[in-house]
């Protein structure tokens, strides 16, 4: 069972990571924890993914106003947990969260080029590539409505 919580005083410390080959596709858990205190103003959740009581990955997501959709900004599960389909899980709660939410009908992300598990997991979850792209990041959307 795949649940998610918000990050806060008492759970922030759990250290989970990616394998070495993934983490030039992935930021650690305080990058994301400063980023989502960098965009604290833009409504950023950061969370935890838990598997029952068993802290299994970090996620993060925020308003990204001038495009008029949440940006599904960092996102990983600790190598320990890989392949038993938490992130797929974790990923699809976090969409629900968005979507129930429903300030913005679209989600945009990034991933690193290269990183076909991560193009793979989010096209099962709906999303596409828009043709956008920074330097190494592909841009991909999805949309609820």
């Known amino acids: 069972m795949i649940r998610l919580e918000e990050v806060g005083p008492e759970n922030w410390r759990y250290d989970l990571k ?7 596709y992935v930021s650690d858990r305080m990058c994301l924890l400063a980023r989502a205190y960098a965009y604290r103003e833009s409504r950023s959740r950061a969370l935890l993914i838990y598997h029952g009581e068993t802290p299994v990955g970090m996620a993060l997501y925020y308003d ?3 495009w008029g959709a949440y940006d599904f900004s960092q996102f990983f599960i600790d190598r320990r947990y ?4 938490f992130g797929t899980e974790a990923a699809r709660q976090i969409l629900e969260m968005m979507e129930r939410d429903g300030r913005y009908d679209k989600v945009v992300l990034c991933y690193i080029d290269g990183n076909e598990a991560a193009k793979r997991m989010y096209e099962n979850l709906g999303f596409h590539l828009t043709g956008e792209r920074y330097e190494d990041e592909i841009t991909m959307e999805k949309t609820f409505r």
Do not use: K, M, Y
């Not at 890989?82 to 389909?85: A, D, E, N, P, V």
């Open 64 to 66: 990204l106003d001038d």
């Open 82 to 85: 890989q392949g038993r389909g």
């Open 18 to 24: 990616v394998s070495e080959e993934q983490e030039r």
